[in-house]
């Protein structure tokens, strides 16, 4: 059947029946979300004799639910004490915690709850109306579009080695370089293990990535008395609805950064496998580039928290995409729904929009309605949760540190993870204080094992041909965007620094 708009309405009413598994569900899912290594995907595993025993319907609903929310809660220990709770909350510590460390932590949080509620709420109305032609992305991005793709994210280290280029570089060099570490991709040789088995998958991304911030901001708590400056620190103790409702105001004014970082979640939520952390580094770095004050990110400026937050979110509509009209799962969270669906005998593809359309718009539909609820549901806890920024860094550090290893143990119930996460807080320490960037080694980290993957993979198809790199015609295009949005800034910096060199006119002697 085609759906028509009574067909959306009825749906939509239909879910907003549903409030009794959404309510309870989002505020599970912000709670999930804010544990650092804990994930939608973890809890649905833990609840998933309850997906299973529940209607199919239900179970698809809170598996939603518990997505989006999650996604959202991942963004308030980044924010709030430089803890991403997961690796699609990555890039949002560089401009949130430096909001939080100037007493602006209220402020912060409520943009990033309003860039994901608005990001969210865009990008799934755009997936119910545009499902037909979205779902062909899935089939025009192949590996050659995925490796520029992941370029744009791991140019953001050009961005960020801005200040001092040779630190810059030597740290992202450094992340790739821990990134290669595991069985390679060809002939699964391991490749810097050290004999470790635990290391044959590579290195795992939560305790990398609590360790280099978590771990090592902890290190730090113990050097000084409070998370805040002294003006931050009057500012949180005049408290008051003021932060919150500002924080809205800033979102809103720029809708049409919101409205494009969300598309660029969407379009990369749509690729399989390719995930809500190079949906947001690429929107950070997309970001910068075309912001009139680019100097300002990584100081605590609104468009650097806006755009990571509106481009993760986005990136759950996107992954339902390829799940339910080609039957493969873009993520860990739609693998585990594609299991409830099967085991409740339901169809994928587009068998399954014949059968069971109100099932299949119907998870969409569950999204939206779920955005809407988190609306009320989150933004007044930006207030209380700003809090959190004045206690005592003496309680601070062993309390981040525990559910950081908590949080590092949990993904694949190794104690060795634990031992990592402490490393990698010693790595994160040093470069912290010898002036290197962590989230430099973080992006290398994540996306160099993507990236060599995707590489190797694209090679093997060619039989070894180098120039299978610019075969394509949307790769070509990409390619071009890139140089573009890597030299134009210097460019641009270049013939400032002319015209302020040159001699006013109207000057002389």
């Known amino acids: 059947m085609e759906p028509d708009l009574a067909f959306f309405a009825q749906l939509f009413v239909d879910m907003l029946g549903y409030w009794w598994i959404i309510v309870p569900t989002t505020v599970l899912g912000i709670v999930v979300g804010a544990i650092p290594g804990f994930s939608a995907a973890n809890t649905i595993i833990i609840l998933l004799p309850l997906t299973l025993s529940a209607p199919v319907d239900q179970a698809m609903i809170f598996m939603v639910a518990l997505y989006c929310s999650s996604r959202m809660g991942a963004g308030i220990p980044a924010i709030l004490v430089n803890i991403p709770g997961t690796a699609g909350a990555a890039a949002t510590p560089l401009d949130g915690y430096p909001m939080a460390k100037k007493g602006l932590g209220q402020q912060a949080l409520a943009i990033s709850f309003t860039s994901s509620n608005l990001g969210g709420l ?11 032609w979205l779902a062909r992305v899935a089939y025009v991005m192949h590996s050659v579009e995925m490796i520029v793709v992941m370029l744009f994210g ?22 790739l370089m821990i990134g290669s570490i595991g069985a390679d991709h060809v002939y699964a040789t391991p490749r810097g293990t050290f004999g470790f088995l635990e290391l044959y998958d590579g290195v795992p991304l939560i305790p990398a990535l609590v360790g280099l911030f978590a771990v090592s901001e902890a290190f730090l708590f113990i050097e000084s008395g409070s998370i805040l400056s002294d003006k931050g620190r009057i500012l949180v103790a005049r408290g008051g609805w003021h932060g919150t409702m500002e924080g809205v105001r800033i979102t809103l004014r720029r809708w049409w950064h919101v409205t494009w970082t969300s598309m660029i979640g969407l379009a990369i939520g749509v690729v399989p496998g390719a995930g809500a952390a190079i949906a947001a580094f690429v929107a950070y770095q997309q970001s910068r580039f075309f912001s009139r004050t680019p100097e300002l990110y990584g100081t605590g400026h609104p468009e650097g928290l806006i755009a990571p937050e509106s481009a993760n979110n986005g990136v759950t509509a996107g992954t339902l995409i390829p799940l339910l009209t080609i039957g493969i799962p873009g993520g860990a969270t739609a693998a585990i729904m594609l299991v409830v669906m099967q085991y409740h005998g339901m169809p994928t593809g587009m068998q399954l929009f014949s059968t069971r359309p109100e099932l299949a718009y119907g998870m969409i539909m569950s999204m939206l309605v779920t955005y809407l609820f988190m609306s009320f549901t989150a933004l007044p806890l930006a207030r209380y949760l700003s809090r959190v920024t004045v206690v005592p860094t003496a309680y601070m550090a062993p309390i981040v540190i525990a559910f950081t290893l908590v949080g590092s143990f949990v993904p694949r119930d190794y104690v060795f993870d634990m031992y990592l996460a402490l490393a990698f807080g010693v790595i994160g320490y040093i470069a912290r204080k010898t002036g290197y960037h962590v989230a430099a080694i973080l992006i290398g980290v994540i996306l160099g094992p993507l990236l060599e993957g995707y590489f190797l993979r694209a090679l093997r198809i060619a039989e070894g041909d180098i120039m299978v790199l610019f075969s394509s015609t949307i790769g070509n295009v990409l390619w071009v965007f890139l140089i573009v949005s890597v030299g134009a800034p210097h460019i641009i910096e270049y013939r400032r620094r002319r015209r302020a060199a040159k001699p006013s006119r109207g000057g002389g002697e």
Do not use: E, N, R, W
Not at 122 to 132: E, I, R, S
Not at 170 to 175: H, N, P, Q, R, V
């Open 154 to 175: 791991i140019s953001l280290i050009a961005a960020i080695a801005a200040k001092d280029p040779l630190k810059g570089l030597i740290a992202g060099l450094f992340g």
């Open 122 to 132: 865009l990008t799934t109305a755009v997936a119910l109306v545009a499902l037909p």
